[in-house]
């Protein structure tokens, strides 16, 4: 296991003036770590520790493991004693057990700040060394001009994959199942991932702008949030465009919350949430029926969950029990895995894994990594997917990925504009 050794740090969290734009406040683009939402969270760059994790399906057993060895032997020092505060540690997990490259990381400097005034700084430094940033302060840089391609799979045979998944299902082989694809961009320049956080997050600002390890994304499911014993999260499954006028709009809103297929997507999703919270929780309370959640680009049907905790389980630990719910993998779960593994034809690495913050005490949120894309120099893999039950239609699923698509190719594109290269798709 790569960065295994756990070095002993000190921690020292003051009080800072607000400095109002997190986002702004990351000095350069080397480890850029971020959880941002409405300008509250956290933000960090720098390493101090990390840890990537192998293979299997103890990944986050050994993440949380190496996680309590960093907690347990560091000297912490906070002067603010509010959630977020203290020793943090950001994490991204991959989607499959069989995939490797899960991170756990800490960084050299946090900042947060909780949107009602108070603010503050986090610095963490390794015995024998003075910490601090690791790199020179710079501006953040746009990526220029970007050549687009497809992924493992074109939109036909994409498109194909998904007609093999309405044919399991009707013959009986499961109910759900969500297939991804995959799109790459190569930039002119260095792809900035300040640029591209601020992009999304002054465009989507209802949604969890992340980062960690170069995997970014703007998400709007939230896996797990645990505050003590407080439990929430958000189950997001079905989905219909905006429209381009306000009467299209409110007609294709009506027709999400009255679509039959939509509702029994949405019921495998909330009901897996649902299963495993129940007997983590006293009370749980589920809301009765999906609500509309309305983003820039696409309508959700949404479901909110409160509990309280009836036992002792970290976030991240949550986050393991919950991972994948239906939102993102498909019902029943082993067998939409299975079908995901064979038809998608690629490693989704970390998209759609959980992705947020723990601290010493156990809190932390922990969301779905959608809306995303992994960052390598000029490159960019993003990913969009959608639920495919008994009555979907192939060419409705490939134009609704291209609407998820959409948040992150137009942040690298800074355009609303989703065209170019060798990707063929059909727009909403």
């Given at each position: 296991?790569?960065?295994?050794?756990?070095?002993?740090?000190?921690?020292?969290?003051?009080?800072?003036?607000?400095?109002?734009?997190?986002?702004?406040?990351?000095?350069?683009?080397?480890?850029?770590?971020?959880?941002?939402?409405?300008?509250?969270?956290?933000?960090?760059?720098?390493?101090?520790?990390?840890?990537?994790?192998?293979?299997?399906?103890?990944?986050?057993?050994?993440?949380?493991?190496?996680?309590?060895?960093?907690?347990?032997?560091?000297?912490?020092?906070?002067?603010?004693?509010?959630?977020?505060?203290?020793?943090?540690?950001?994490?991204?997990?991959?989607?499959?057990?069989?995939?490797?490259?899960?991170?756990?990381?800490?960084p050299r400097v946090v900042l947060g700040r909780d949107g009602t005034g108070l603010a503050w700084l986090t610095v963490i430094t390794r015995a024998g060394d003075a910490g601090g940033e690791d790199s020179q302060p710079s501006q953040p840089a746009d990526p220029g001009a970007i050549q687009w391609r497809?992924?493992?799979?074109?939109?036909?045979?994409?498109?194909?994959?998904?007609?093999?998944?309405?044919?399991?299902?009707?013959?009986?082989?499961?109910?759900?199942?969500?297939?991804?694809?995959?799109?790459?961009?190569?930039?002119?320049?260095?792809?900035?991932?300040?640029?591209?956080?601020?992009?999304?997050?002054?465009?989507?600002?209802?949604?969890?702008?992340?980062?960690?390890?170069?995997?970014?994304?703007?998400?709007?499911?939230?896996?797990?949030?645990?505050?003590?014993?407080?439990?929430?999260?958000?189950?997001?499954?079905?989905?219909?465009?905006?429209?381009?006028?306000?009467?299209?709009?409110?007609?294709?809103?009506?027709?999400?919350?009255?679509?039959?297929?939509?509702?029994?997507?949405?019921?495998?999703?909330?009901?897996?949430?649902?299963?495993?919270?129940?007997?983590?929780?006293?009370?749980?309370?589920?809301?009765?029926?999906?609500?509309?959640?309305?983003?820039?680009?696409?309508?959700?049907?949404?479901?909110?969950?409160?509990?309280?905790?009836?036992?002792?389980?970290?976030?991240?630990?949550?986050?393991?029990?919950?991972?994948?719910?239906?939102?993102?993998?498909?019902?029943?779960?082993?067998?939409?895995?299975?079908?995901?593994?064979?038809?998608?034809?690629?490693?989704?690495?970390?998209?759609?894994?959980?992705?947020?913050?723990?601290?010493?005490?156990?809190?932390?949120?922990?969301?779905?990594?959608?809306?995303?894309?992994?960052?390598?120099?000029?490159?960019?893999?993003?990913?969009?997917?959608?639920?495919?039950?008994?009555?979907?239609?192939?060419?409705?699923?490939?134009?609704?990925?291209?609407?998820?698509?959409?948040?992150?190719?137009?942040?690298?594109?800074?355009?609303?504009?989703?065209?170019?290269?060798?990707?063929?798709?059909?727009?909403?």
């Open positions: 296991m790569a960065g295994l050794t756990v070095e002993r740090l000190s921690v020292r969290t003051t009080a800072i003036p607000d400095p109002a734009d997190l986002l702004g406040a990351i000095p350069s683009p080397a480890g850029v770590h971020a959880w941002v939402r409405h300008g509250a969270g956290l933000v960090g760059w720098g390493e101090a520790a990390q840890v990537t994790l192998p293979a299997g399906n103890d990944r986050f057993t050994a993440g949380g493991k190496w996680l309590r060895e960093v907690f347990d032997g560091a000297r912490v020092r906070d002067d603010v004693g509010v959630h977020g505060t203290g020793l943090i540690a950001f994490g991204s997990f991959t989607f499959d057990d069989c995939s490797d490259g899960s991170v756990m990381s800490v497809d992924g493992a799979l074109p939109g036909p045979q994409w498109e194909q994959a998904v007609a093999e998944a309405v044919r399991r299902i009707s013959r009986g082989d499961l109910r759900k199942v969500v297939l991804a694809r995959d799109v790459y961009a190569t930039a002119e320049r260095p792809i900035d991932p300040r640029t591209l956080l601020r992009r999304l997050s002054g465009r989507y600002p209802e949604c969890y702008t992340f980062a960690c390890d170069g995997f970014i994304g703007a998400t709007p499911e939230l896996l797990i949030r645990r505050e003590g014993d407080e439990v929430r999260s958000l189950v997001l499954a079905g989905t219909m465009p905006r429209g381009g006028s306000a009467e299209e709009d409110s007609r294709l809103a009506a027709a999400l919350m009255a679509s039959a297929k939509e509702a029994e997507e949405h019921r495998y999703a909330a009901d897996s949430v649902r299963r495993v919270l129940t007997p983590l929780c006293d009370p749980l309370d589920v809301s009765p029926g999906p609500q509309l959640l309305t983003l820039p680009n696409v309508h959700h049907l949404a479901t909110r969950v409160v509990g309280r905790l009836a036992t002792d389980r970290s976030a991240l630990a949550l986050a393991a029990a919950l991972h994948p719910t239906a939102a993102v993998g498909g019902d029943p779960t082993e067998v939409a895995v299975e079908v995901i593994r064979e038809l998608e034809c690629m490693d989704r690495s970390r998209y759609a894994g959980p992705v947020g913050w723990m601290d010493a005490h156990g809190n932390g949120e922990w969301g779905i990594g959608l809306r995303s894309a992994q960052l390598s120099g000029n490159q960019a893999r993003l990913f969009a997917g959608g639920g495919i039950v008994a009555g979907s239609d192939p060419a409705a699923e490939l134009a609704e990925t291209t609407s998820k698509l959409r948040p992150m190719r137009s942040a690298l594109e800074d355009s609303s504009a989703v065209g170019g290269g060798g990707v063929t798709e059909r727009l909403p």
